[in-house]
Protein backbone atom coordinates (compact mmCIF):
# COMPACT_ATOMS: atom_id res chain seq x y z
CA UNK A 1 0.00 0.00 0.00
CA UNK A 2 1.51 3.44 -1.18
CA UNK A 3 0.87 6.10 1.95
CA UNK A 4 -1.08 9.57 0.53
CA UNK A 5 1.56 12.08 -0.52
CA UNK A 6 1.99 15.69 0.51
CA UNK A 7 2.87 18.75 -1.25
CA UNK A 8 6.29 19.48 -0.31
CA UNK A 9 7.13 22.90 1.90
CA UNK A 10 9.01 24.73 -0.82
CA UNK A 11 5.94 24.12 -2.86
CA UNK A 12 3.42 24.69 -0.41
CA UNK A 13 5.10 28.51 0.38
CA UNK A 14 5.24 28.87 -3.37
CA UNK A 15 1.41 28.50 -3.79
CA UNK A 16 0.53 30.71 -1.19
CA UNK A 17 2.33 33.43 -2.07
CA UNK A 18 0.88 33.61 -5.59
CA UNK A 19 -3.05 34.10 -4.26
CA UNK A 20 -5.19 37.16 -4.43
CA UNK A 21 -7.56 37.19 -1.41
CA UNK A 22 -10.31 38.50 -2.57
CA UNK A 23 -13.37 36.24 -3.72
CA UNK A 24 -15.82 36.95 -1.34
CA UNK A 25 -15.28 40.69 -1.16
CA UNK A 26 -17.69 42.83 -2.62
CA UNK A 27 -16.30 46.00 -4.69
CA UNK A 28 -14.97 48.72 -2.85
CA UNK A 29 -15.79 52.68 -3.35
CA UNK A 30 -12.63 52.54 -5.09
CA UNK A 31 -13.33 49.93 -7.57
CA UNK A 32 -11.93 47.33 -6.51
CA UNK A 33 -12.62 44.29 -8.40
CA UNK A 34 -13.61 40.49 -7.21
CA UNK A 35 -10.88 37.40 -7.91
CA UNK A 36 -10.34 34.20 -8.67
CA UNK A 37 -9.29 33.26 -5.56
CA UNK A 38 -9.86 32.77 -1.72
CA UNK A 39 -8.71 34.86 0.72
CA UNK A 40 -5.52 33.42 1.93
CA UNK A 41 -3.83 35.25 4.84
CA UNK A 42 -6.97 35.38 7.75
CA UNK A 43 -5.86 38.82 9.73
CA UNK A 44 -9.10 38.81 11.87
CA UNK A 45 -8.44 36.67 14.97
CA UNK A 46 -10.83 33.32 14.72
CA UNK A 47 -12.80 33.62 17.43
CA UNK A 48 -13.96 36.77 16.18
CA UNK A 49 -14.71 35.49 12.72
CA UNK A 50 -16.57 32.88 14.35
CA UNK A 51 -18.52 34.90 17.16
CA UNK A 52 -19.67 37.19 13.95
CA UNK A 53 -20.59 34.39 11.59
CA UNK A 54 -22.37 32.60 14.71
CA UNK A 55 -24.96 36.27 15.39
CA UNK A 56 -25.18 36.33 11.66
CA UNK A 57 -26.28 33.16 11.56
CA UNK A 58 -29.98 33.53 12.78
CA UNK A 59 -31.01 36.09 9.98
CA UNK A 60 -29.21 33.93 7.48
CA UNK A 61 -31.37 30.79 8.11
CA UNK A 62 -34.55 33.07 8.49
CA UNK A 63 -33.85 34.55 4.92
CA UNK A 64 -33.41 31.04 3.27
CA UNK A 65 -36.28 29.75 5.21
CA UNK A 66 -38.32 32.07 4.08
CA UNK A 67 -37.56 31.44 0.33
CA UNK A 68 -38.22 27.93 0.38
CA UNK A 69 -41.61 28.70 2.14
CA UNK A 70 -42.46 31.15 -0.33
CA UNK A 71 -41.16 28.39 -3.38
CA UNK A 72 -42.49 25.21 -1.87
CA UNK A 73 -45.23 23.19 0.40
CA UNK A 74 -42.41 21.70 2.67
CA UNK A 75 -45.44 19.54 4.82
CA UNK A 76 -44.71 16.38 5.74
CA UNK A 77 -46.87 14.26 2.81
CA UNK A 78 -46.40 10.94 2.42
CA UNK A 79 -47.89 8.53 -0.27
CA UNK A 80 -49.88 5.75 1.16
CA UNK A 81 -48.15 2.47 0.77
CA UNK A 82 -45.18 3.92 -1.02
CA UNK A 83 -41.80 3.72 1.01
CA UNK A 84 -37.69 3.06 -0.04
CA UNK A 85 -35.81 -0.32 0.75
CA UNK A 86 -35.36 -0.05 4.19
CA UNK A 87 -38.73 1.12 4.78
CA UNK A 88 -38.68 5.72 5.08
CA UNK A 89 -41.97 6.98 3.25
CA UNK A 90 -42.14 8.89 -0.22
CA UNK A 91 -42.88 11.98 -0.36
CA UNK A 92 -45.89 12.67 -2.88
CA UNK A 93 -47.55 15.70 -4.80
CA UNK A 94 -46.45 18.72 -6.22
CA UNK A 95 -44.82 21.19 -4.12
CA UNK A 96 -43.59 23.45 -6.36
CA UNK A 97 -45.96 26.96 -5.51
CA UNK A 98 -47.59 28.19 -8.88
CA UNK A 99 -47.39 32.14 -9.29
CA UNK A 100 -51.24 33.56 -8.40
CA UNK A 101 -54.21 33.08 -10.23
CA UNK A 102 -52.63 30.24 -12.69
CA UNK A 103 -52.38 26.50 -13.09
CA UNK A 104 -49.90 24.31 -14.54
CA UNK A 105 -52.35 23.74 -17.44
CA UNK A 106 -52.41 27.24 -18.29
CA UNK A 107 -49.04 27.14 -17.40
CA UNK A 108 -48.23 24.95 -19.75
CA UNK A 109 -49.90 25.90 -22.85
CA UNK A 110 -48.42 29.28 -22.89
CA UNK A 111 -44.68 29.72 -25.06
CA UNK A 112 -41.50 30.47 -23.12
CA UNK A 113 -41.43 33.95 -24.37
CA UNK A 114 -44.42 34.57 -22.63
CA UNK A 115 -44.05 32.66 -19.72
CA UNK A 116 -40.40 35.00 -19.18
CA UNK A 117 -42.60 38.11 -20.48
CA UNK A 118 -45.61 38.08 -17.38
CA UNK A 119 -42.99 36.15 -15.01
CA UNK A 120 -44.59 33.56 -14.24
CA UNK A 121 -41.76 30.75 -13.86
CA UNK A 122 -42.57 29.04 -11.06
CA UNK A 123 -39.91 30.22 -8.16
CA UNK A 124 -39.23 26.29 -7.36
CA UNK A 125 -38.01 25.99 -10.93
CA UNK A 126 -35.31 28.48 -10.19
CA UNK A 127 -31.77 28.07 -9.28
CA UNK A 128 -31.84 26.75 -5.73
CA UNK A 129 -29.46 28.93 -3.93
CA UNK A 130 -27.10 27.36 -1.37
CA UNK A 131 -27.99 27.69 1.99
CA UNK A 132 -25.49 30.89 2.41
CA UNK A 133 -24.72 31.07 -0.58
CA UNK A 134 -22.31 34.25 -0.60
CA UNK A 135 -20.28 31.59 1.83
CA UNK A 136 -21.03 28.50 0.31
CA UNK A 137 -19.31 25.59 1.37
CA UNK A 138 -20.03 22.02 2.01
CA UNK A 139 -23.55 21.33 4.71
CA UNK A 140 -24.34 17.86 6.19
CA UNK A 141 -28.19 16.97 7.31
CA UNK A 142 -27.88 17.19 10.89
CA UNK A 143 -28.91 13.10 11.26
CA UNK A 144 -25.51 12.35 9.19
CA UNK A 145 -23.68 14.93 11.43
CA UNK A 146 -25.79 13.28 14.81
CA UNK A 147 -24.63 9.57 13.57
CA UNK A 148 -20.75 10.68 12.40
CA UNK A 149 -20.17 12.40 15.78
CA UNK A 150 -21.89 9.36 18.00
CA UNK A 151 -19.54 6.61 15.58
CA UNK A 152 -16.49 8.80 15.70
CA UNK A 153 -16.38 11.53 17.70
CA UNK A 154 -16.27 13.90 14.80
CA UNK A 155 -18.05 16.84 14.79
CA UNK A 156 -19.22 18.15 11.25
CA UNK A 157 -21.33 20.86 12.74
CA UNK A 158 -20.89 24.26 11.15
CA UNK A 159 -20.64 27.15 13.42
CA UNK A 160 -22.04 29.70 10.24
CA UNK A 161 -25.01 27.97 8.91
CA UNK A 162 -27.15 24.89 9.22
CA UNK A 163 -28.52 22.43 6.36
CA UNK A 164 -31.41 23.77 5.00
CA UNK A 165 -34.33 20.89 3.69
CA UNK A 166 -36.66 18.82 5.57
CA UNK A 167 -35.36 15.45 6.34
CA UNK A 168 -38.71 13.88 4.70
CA UNK A 169 -37.84 15.32 1.37
CA UNK A 170 -34.07 13.26 1.66
CA UNK A 171 -32.92 10.09 0.93
CA UNK A 172 -33.08 6.95 3.95
CA UNK A 173 -30.41 6.95 6.19
CA UNK A 174 -28.48 5.15 6.35
CA UNK A 175 -29.07 3.56 2.44
CA UNK A 176 -29.15 0.12 2.13
CA UNK A 177 -26.01 -1.33 -0.03
CA UNK A 178 -26.28 -3.48 -2.97
CA UNK A 179 -23.11 -5.04 -4.92
CA UNK A 180 -22.69 -6.04 -8.44
CA UNK A 181 -20.66 -8.82 -7.64
CA UNK A 182 -23.07 -10.29 -4.98
CA UNK A 183 -26.51 -9.93 -5.71
CA UNK A 184 -26.98 -12.60 -3.65
CA UNK A 185 -26.43 -11.19 -0.49
CA UNK A 186 -28.85 -8.12 -0.90
CA UNK A 187 -28.52 -4.66 0.99
CA UNK A 188 -25.03 -5.94 2.82
CA UNK A 189 -25.05 -2.87 4.81
CA UNK A 190 -26.59 -3.93 8.19
CA UNK A 191 -28.23 -0.94 8.62
CA UNK A 192 -25.05 0.18 9.52
CA UNK A 193 -23.44 3.75 8.52
CA UNK A 194 -20.04 2.72 6.40
CA UNK A 195 -17.40 4.07 8.69
CA UNK A 196 -13.50 4.10 9.20
CA UNK A 197 -14.55 1.90 12.58
CA UNK A 198 -17.09 -1.11 10.80
CA UNK A 199 -15.70 -1.31 7.21
CA UNK A 200 -13.61 -3.94 7.74
CA UNK A 201 -15.98 -5.67 10.14
CA UNK A 202 -18.85 -5.18 7.47
CA UNK A 203 -16.76 -6.21 4.05
CA UNK A 204 -14.06 -8.48 5.09
CA UNK A 205 -15.14 -11.61 3.02
CA UNK A 206 -17.01 -10.02 0.76
CA UNK A 207 -14.37 -7.84 -1.13
CA UNK A 208 -10.83 -8.67 -2.51
CA UNK A 209 -8.05 -6.59 -1.01
CA UNK A 210 -8.19 -3.61 -3.86
CA UNK A 211 -11.67 -2.77 -3.11
CA UNK A 212 -11.42 -3.33 0.91
CA UNK A 213 -8.44 -0.64 1.13
CA UNK A 214 -10.32 1.48 -1.64
CA UNK A 215 -12.85 1.50 0.90
CA UNK A 216 -10.86 2.40 3.92
CA UNK A 217 -9.67 5.40 1.77
CA UNK A 218 -13.18 6.56 0.76
CA UNK A 219 -14.32 6.33 4.72
CA UNK A 220 -10.74 8.27 5.58
CA UNK A 221 -10.81 11.54 6.41
CA UNK A 222 -8.64 14.23 4.37
CA UNK A 223 -8.80 18.34 5.11
CA UNK A 224 -11.52 19.95 3.26
CA UNK A 225 -12.23 23.72 2.63
CA UNK A 226 -14.75 24.24 5.66
CA UNK A 227 -13.56 21.12 8.19
CA UNK A 228 -9.56 21.51 8.58
CA UNK A 229 -6.82 22.69 11.12
CA UNK A 230 -6.68 26.79 9.74
CA UNK A 231 -7.96 29.59 10.93
CA UNK A 232 -11.02 29.71 7.85
CA UNK A 233 -12.33 26.65 8.91
CA UNK A 234 -15.76 26.59 9.45
CA UNK A 235 -15.84 24.44 12.54
CA UNK A 236 -15.75 25.33 16.13
CA UNK A 237 -12.49 23.19 16.90
CA UNK A 238 -9.51 22.37 14.16
CA UNK A 239 -10.71 19.53 12.10
CA UNK A 240 -9.53 16.28 10.28
CA UNK A 241 -11.75 16.93 7.37
CA UNK A 242 -14.11 14.91 5.69
CA UNK A 243 -14.52 11.55 3.95
CA UNK A 244 -15.95 10.88 0.59
CA UNK A 245 -18.49 8.76 1.86
CA UNK A 246 -19.52 11.80 4.14
CA UNK A 247 -21.85 13.07 1.27
CA UNK A 248 -21.66 9.75 -0.77
CA UNK A 249 -23.08 7.73 2.43
CA UNK A 250 -23.24 3.81 2.14
CA UNK A 251 -22.61 4.77 -1.65
CA UNK A 252 -25.44 6.40 -2.36
CA UNK A 253 -25.90 9.97 -0.85
CA UNK A 254 -27.41 12.00 1.78
CA UNK A 255 -28.46 15.01 -0.05
CA UNK A 256 -25.82 17.02 1.32
CA UNK A 257 -24.90 20.41 -0.63
CA UNK A 258 -22.24 22.08 -1.91
CA UNK A 259 -21.63 24.66 -4.35
CA UNK A 260 -19.52 23.69 -7.77
CA UNK A 261 -16.17 24.98 -7.84
CA UNK A 262 -16.03 25.60 -11.58
CA UNK A 263 -17.94 28.81 -11.63
CA UNK A 264 -16.82 32.45 -10.97
CA UNK A 265 -17.41 34.84 -9.62
CA UNK A 266 -19.43 33.57 -6.24
CA UNK A 267 -23.15 34.85 -7.32
CA UNK A 268 -22.95 32.44 -10.60
CA UNK A 269 -21.85 29.17 -8.78
CA UNK A 270 -24.33 26.34 -9.00
CA UNK A 271 -25.70 24.54 -5.75
CA UNK A 272 -25.09 20.70 -5.94
CA UNK A 273 -26.83 17.99 -4.26
CA UNK A 274 -24.83 14.63 -4.19
CA UNK A 275 -25.39 12.17 -6.94
CA UNK A 276 -25.78 8.98 -5.90
CA UNK A 277 -22.72 6.43 -6.77
CA UNK A 278 -25.06 4.06 -7.51
CA UNK A 279 -24.74 1.81 -11.03
CA UNK A 280 -20.79 3.46 -11.30
CA UNK A 281 -20.19 0.78 -13.51
CA UNK A 282 -21.96 1.29 -15.91
CA UNK A 283 -22.28 4.78 -16.19
CA UNK A 284 -19.51 6.82 -18.98
CA UNK A 285 -19.41 10.72 -17.51
CA UNK A 286 -18.95 11.51 -13.36
CA UNK A 287 -20.36 14.81 -11.72
CA UNK A 288 -23.26 16.98 -12.26
CA UNK A 289 -22.33 19.29 -14.75
CA UNK A 290 -18.16 18.30 -15.35
CA UNK A 291 -18.31 15.88 -17.57
CA UNK A 292 -15.65 13.81 -16.11
CA UNK A 293 -14.75 10.93 -18.10
CA UNK A 294 -14.11 8.06 -15.68
CA UNK A 295 -14.48 7.74 -12.20
CA UNK A 296 -11.00 7.62 -11.84
CA UNK A 297 -10.85 11.45 -12.89
CA UNK A 298 -13.94 11.98 -10.78
CA UNK A 299 -12.53 10.86 -7.48
CA UNK A 300 -9.12 12.68 -7.99
CA UNK A 301 -10.43 15.74 -9.00
CA UNK A 302 -12.95 15.61 -5.51
CA UNK A 303 -9.62 15.49 -3.51
CA UNK A 304 -7.31 17.70 -5.54
CA UNK A 305 -9.66 20.59 -6.48
CA UNK A 306 -13.84 20.40 -5.13
CA UNK A 307 -13.03 19.93 -1.54
CA UNK A 308 -11.43 23.03 -1.58
CA UNK A 309 -13.74 25.15 -4.29
CA UNK A 310 -11.80 24.58 -7.20
CA UNK A 311 -9.19 26.28 -5.72
CA UNK A 312 -5.37 24.91 -5.32
CA UNK A 313 -4.09 27.85 -3.77
CA UNK A 314 -6.41 27.01 -0.43
CA UNK A 315 -5.97 23.25 -0.86
CA UNK A 316 -2.10 23.68 -0.42
CA UNK A 317 -2.81 26.19 2.45
CA UNK A 318 -5.21 23.42 3.98
CA UNK A 319 -3.38 20.04 3.01
CA UNK A 320 -4.52 18.62 0.07
CA UNK A 321 -4.24 14.94 0.37
CA UNK A 322 -2.77 14.14 -3.38
CA UNK A 323 -3.82 10.85 -3.99
CA UNK A 324 -1.27 8.11 -6.09
CA UNK A 325 -2.97 7.09 -9.36
CA UNK A 326 -1.46 4.27 -9.85
CA UNK A 327 -3.49 2.66 -7.07
CA UNK A 328 -5.04 4.55 -4.26
CA UNK A 329 -7.50 6.31 -6.87
CA UNK A 330 -7.31 3.48 -8.49
CA UNK A 331 -8.65 1.04 -5.84
CA UNK A 332 -11.38 3.84 -4.36
CA UNK A 333 -12.81 3.97 -8.24
CA UNK A 334 -12.51 -0.36 -8.21
CA UNK A 335 -14.52 0.07 -5.05
CA UNK A 336 -17.20 2.03 -6.59
CA UNK A 337 -18.00 0.10 -9.47
CA UNK A 338 -19.34 -2.35 -7.56
CA UNK A 339 -22.57 -0.01 -5.93
CA UNK A 340 -25.25 -1.18 -7.36
CA UNK A 341 -29.47 -0.53 -7.98
CA UNK A 342 -31.66 -0.94 -5.51
CA UNK A 343 -33.66 -4.51 -7.07
CA UNK A 344 -36.87 -3.49 -9.56
CA UNK A 345 -38.62 -6.16 -9.28
CA UNK A 346 -41.44 -5.29 -11.78
CA UNK A 347 -38.48 -4.94 -14.88
CA UNK A 348 -37.23 -7.41 -17.23
CA UNK A 349 -33.45 -7.91 -18.21
CA UNK A 350 -33.71 -5.72 -20.84
CA UNK A 351 -34.68 -2.31 -18.27
CA UNK A 352 -38.88 -2.74 -19.55
CA UNK A 353 -41.63 -3.23 -17.50
CA UNK A 354 -42.97 -7.06 -17.05
CA UNK A 355 -46.30 -6.81 -18.23
CA UNK A 356 -47.23 -9.91 -15.62
CA UNK A 357 -46.12 -8.32 -13.03
CA UNK A 358 -46.92 -4.02 -13.66
CA UNK A 359 -50.28 -2.57 -13.10
CA UNK A 360 -52.10 -0.97 -15.32
CA UNK A 361 -51.01 3.13 -14.81
CA UNK A 362 -47.62 1.56 -15.17
CA UNK A 363 -47.75 -0.02 -18.29
CA UNK A 364 -49.62 3.52 -19.40
CA UNK A 365 -46.56 5.33 -17.58
CA UNK A 366 -44.45 3.43 -19.47
CA UNK A 367 -45.99 4.08 -23.15
CA UNK A 368 -45.78 7.83 -22.02
CA UNK A 369 -42.24 7.32 -21.12
CA UNK A 370 -40.96 6.24 -24.45
CA UNK A 371 -44.24 8.04 -26.46
CA UNK A 372 -45.94 11.64 -26.26
CA UNK A 373 -43.15 12.30 -23.01
CA UNK A 374 -40.67 11.31 -25.34
CA UNK A 375 -38.10 10.72 -21.89
CA UNK A 376 -36.47 8.43 -23.24
CA UNK A 377 -34.45 10.51 -26.23
CA UNK A 378 -32.22 11.15 -23.36
CA UNK A 379 -33.05 7.95 -20.16
CA UNK A 380 -32.62 5.01 -22.45
CA UNK A 381 -33.31 1.92 -21.03
CA UNK A 382 -32.01 -0.24 -19.58
CA UNK A 383 -30.19 2.02 -17.26
CA UNK A 384 -32.52 5.25 -18.57
CA UNK A 385 -29.00 7.47 -19.79
CA UNK A 386 -28.05 8.74 -22.36
CA UNK A 387 -24.26 9.21 -20.54
CA UNK A 388 -24.50 12.61 -22.34
CA UNK A 389 -24.81 16.21 -21.30
CA UNK A 390 -28.07 18.19 -22.02
CA UNK A 391 -28.72 21.92 -21.76
CA UNK A 392 -32.64 23.01 -21.06
CA UNK A 393 -31.84 26.34 -21.26
CA UNK A 394 -34.34 27.10 -18.78
CA UNK A 395 -33.43 31.16 -19.06
CA UNK A 396 -36.19 30.69 -22.17
CA UNK A 397 -38.25 31.26 -19.07
CA UNK A 398 -37.09 34.13 -16.58
CA UNK A 399 -35.23 37.20 -16.85
CA UNK A 400 -31.33 37.64 -15.23
CA UNK A 401 -32.65 38.02 -11.41
CA UNK A 402 -30.24 38.33 -8.17
CA UNK A 403 -31.88 36.90 -4.67
CA UNK A 404 -29.96 35.41 -1.80
CA UNK A 405 -26.54 35.81 -3.06
CA UNK A 406 -27.00 33.82 -6.10
CA UNK A 407 -27.73 35.15 -9.73
CA UNK A 408 -29.65 33.34 -11.72
CA UNK A 409 -29.17 33.12 -15.43
CA UNK A 410 -28.91 29.61 -17.09
CA UNK A 411 -28.18 26.36 -15.40
CA UNK A 412 -26.02 25.06 -18.40
CA UNK A 413 -25.35 21.49 -19.76
CA UNK A 414 -26.96 19.04 -16.70
CA UNK A 415 -25.81 15.44 -16.51
CA UNK A 416 -28.37 12.74 -18.03
CA UNK A 417 -28.58 11.08 -14.74
CA UNK A 418 -30.00 7.33 -14.62
CA UNK A 419 -33.27 6.79 -13.56
CA UNK A 420 -32.79 3.59 -12.01
CA UNK A 421 -33.84 3.77 -8.49
CA UNK A 422 -34.44 7.45 -8.93
CA UNK A 423 -37.83 6.98 -6.07
CA UNK A 424 -34.63 6.95 -3.80
CA UNK A 425 -32.32 9.72 -3.92
CA UNK A 426 -34.86 13.13 -3.69
CA UNK A 427 -34.02 15.64 -4.33
CA UNK A 428 -33.83 16.09 -8.11
CA UNK A 429 -32.14 18.01 -10.57
CA UNK A 430 -28.65 18.82 -10.22
CA UNK A 431 -29.34 21.34 -7.46
CA UNK A 432 -32.09 19.95 -5.55
CA UNK A 433 -34.72 22.08 -6.82
CA UNK A 434 -37.30 19.46 -7.11
CA UNK A 435 -38.34 17.99 -3.76
CA UNK A 436 -41.01 15.29 -6.09
CA UNK A 437 -41.16 13.23 -8.70
CA UNK A 438 -44.23 14.65 -9.28
CA UNK A 439 -42.41 17.95 -9.20
CA UNK A 440 -40.12 16.72 -11.70
CA UNK A 441 -42.62 15.72 -14.21
CA UNK A 442 -44.20 19.17 -13.90
CA UNK A 443 -41.11 21.02 -14.61
CA UNK A 444 -39.82 18.70 -17.59
CA UNK A 445 -43.51 18.79 -19.30
CA UNK A 446 -43.15 22.96 -18.68
CA UNK A 447 -39.26 23.03 -20.24
CA UNK A 448 -39.98 20.63 -22.81
CA UNK A 449 -43.31 21.64 -23.58
CA UNK A 450 -44.61 18.24 -23.67
CA UNK A 451 -48.59 19.21 -22.32
CA UNK A 452 -48.86 15.92 -21.04
CA UNK A 453 -52.32 16.14 -19.24
CA UNK A 454 -53.20 15.52 -15.47
CA UNK A 455 -53.89 11.79 -15.83
CA UNK A 456 -50.83 11.37 -18.24
CA UNK A 457 -48.39 12.84 -15.44
CA UNK A 458 -49.63 10.83 -12.76
CA UNK A 459 -48.78 7.63 -15.16
CA UNK A 460 -45.70 8.89 -15.86
CA UNK A 461 -44.85 9.27 -11.58
CA UNK A 462 -46.13 5.96 -11.24
CA UNK A 463 -44.28 4.15 -13.85
CA UNK A 464 -41.04 6.11 -12.38
CA UNK A 465 -41.76 4.61 -9.12
CA UNK A 466 -40.70 1.32 -10.08
CA UNK A 467 -37.46 2.31 -11.21
Not at 373 to 388: E, F, M, N, S
Request: proline fraction near 8%; charged fraction near 25%.
Amino acid sequence: MTAPRTLPLGALALSLTLATPILHAAPSDEGERTSSYNPVKITEPFDSIMQRMKDAKPSILKKHQALLEQRYDLSDRPAASLQMTRGKPIQEGVRVKLPAETNWAELAAMSPEDIRAKGLFPAGFMPLPHPNHPEGGMVFPQFHIDEVNRIEGRDLTRFDLDFDLPDHFLPEFPAPIFLTTRPDLGDVSQGKLVNIRNYFELFNGILNPKQLEGLRLLVTTFPQQQFNATDDRRSVHPHNGVACLDCHANGHTNAATHLAGDVRPQELRHRIDTPSLRGVNIQQIFGSQRALKTVEDFTEFEQRAAYFDGDPVMAAKKGVNVLERGSQVHFMGEFQALLDFPPAPKLNVEGRLDPAKATEQELRGEAIFHGKGACAGCHVPPYYTDHLMHNLQTERFYEPQEYNGVRAVGDGPIKTFTLRGIKESPPYLHDGRLLTLEDTVEFFNLVLQRNLDEQEKADLVAFLRTL
